[in-house]
């Protein structure tokens, strides 16, 4: 395998399973649809964040660190799976959320503080401020911290993607499956940039294209690239991308990040109703969404093979209840 150089811990339910959405694609009038479930990595509920964390973990223990120091939204489903990866090793974790404390804990705030993290909110300043100070109160504390970027999105969390285009590329091998795209959430670019290593590495040809969650498309290209740089030089590879290759659509950025429109809701319920899908009103049902509408418009054509990656984020529904039954 691609990664198999670098270190790894073993923390999700892997390979995550392929499955058809025939319903759905019927509702739609085409395309085919496929799912690849990072829902069901297990990690605390899943989500694909669980795959870049087997490498950044993995990480942090070579490093001898004994403390995880990470950020993220209020519903973050990568800092609710770093708290659980750092309860798996025994590993104290801090945790950096935006802005200032909500009135309830609910959804995937509930779930850090029951994981037993500790939860510091931001407030008028911004994560990475907070963070590189609770790493330096850590050190003189004389403690080892170890600072995982905003969905573990480096070249320490990225490599969990290119071990995962590998798992699509051999199960669609095996069924004997052909897909044209693969659709997915896109926010800290880091998901993007390990598929077009991967991809590009392998050879793999359908193409990897984003539904930006909170960015304009000059971002994620930006992004996605210099991610994929560093990633594919400590790999060893020659697979760099250029932001011109990078495929995103930013036409679904509704009132902003984790503010959920009617785009959302249609989406989570079409999910929910043709499928028995949950999807989140953050990342998941924005990407759906995207994916509806992209259809609709005719850009992904009724005879084409989709593969929509469900990146997980089920537990932030429960803060969200109002507005999904309003």
């Known amino acids: 395998m691609l990664t198999d150089t670098l270190p790894r811990v073993r923390l999700g339910h892997l390979p995550t399973p392929l499955d058809e959405l025939p319903r759905l694609s019927r509702a739609l009038g085409g395309p085919r649809l496929l799912i690849k479930r990072d829902d069901q990595t297990g990690l605390a509920t899943g989500g694909n964040k669980t795959r870049k964390l087997e490498f950044t973990v993995?990480?942090?223990?070579?490093?001898?660190?004994?403390?995880?120091?990470t950020m993220g939204g209020v519903q973050s489903n990568h800092v609710r799976q770093t708290a659980a990866a750092a309860a798996?090793?025994?590993?104290?974790?801090?945790v950096v959320l935006r802005g200032e404390a909500p009135s309830q804990v609910t959804g995937n705030l509930l779930l850090d503080h029951l994981l037993g993290a500790r939860v510091v909110f931001s407030g008028e300043r911004t994560r990475e401020q907070v963070a590189e100070q609770i790493v330096a109160e850590e050190q003189a504390a004389g403690r080892?911290?170890?600072l995982i970027p905003v969905g573990a999105s480096d070249e320490f969390?990225?490599?969990?993607?290119?071990?995962a285009i590998e798992e699509l590329n051999a199960q669609l091998t095996e069924r004997r499956l052909h897909v044209d795209r693969i659709v997915f959430a896109s926010s800290s670019f880091g998901t993007q940039a390990g598929m077009c290593?991967?991809?590009?590495?392998?050879?793999?040809?359908?193409?990897?294209?984003?539904?930006?969650?909170?960015?304009?498309?000059?971002?994620?290209?930006?992004?996605?690239?210099?991610?994929?740089?560093?990633?594919?030089?400590r790999l060893g590879l020659e697979a760099f991308v250029s932001p011109g290759e990078v495929v995103a659509y930013d036409g679904y950025l509704g009132a902003g990040y984790a503010v959920m429109g009617e785009p959302e809701r249609e989406a989570i319920q079409l999910a929910a109703r043709y499928e028995g899908i949950l999807l989140d009103p953050v990342y998941t049902g924005r990407a759906m969404a995207g994916l509806v509408d992209l259809v609709r418009k005719g850009v992904l054509g009724k005879d084409e093979t989709i593969l929509f990656w469900h990146t997980g984020g089920a537990a932030a529904l429960y803060a969200y209840a109002d507005g999904l039954l309003g």
């Not at 993995?58 to 120091?69: C, H, I, P, W």
């Not at 798996?88 to 801090?94: D, E, K, Q, T």
């Not at 040809?205 to 290209?221: F, K, L, N, W």
């Open 58 to 69: 993995a990480e942090a223990l070579r490093r001898g660190s004994d403390t995880l120091v």
């Open 144 to 146: 080892r911290p170890y």
């Open 88 to 94: 798996i090793h025994g590993l104290r974790c801090v």
């Open 157 to 163: 969390g990225a490599p969990g993607f290119v071990a």
């Open 197 to 233: 290593v991967g991809a590009r590495a392998l050879g793999f040809r359908p193409q990897i294209a984003a539904i930006a969650i909170d960015s304009s498309r000059a971002e994620v290209q930006a992004g996605v690239a210099e991610i994929a740089s560093r990633t594919s030089r």
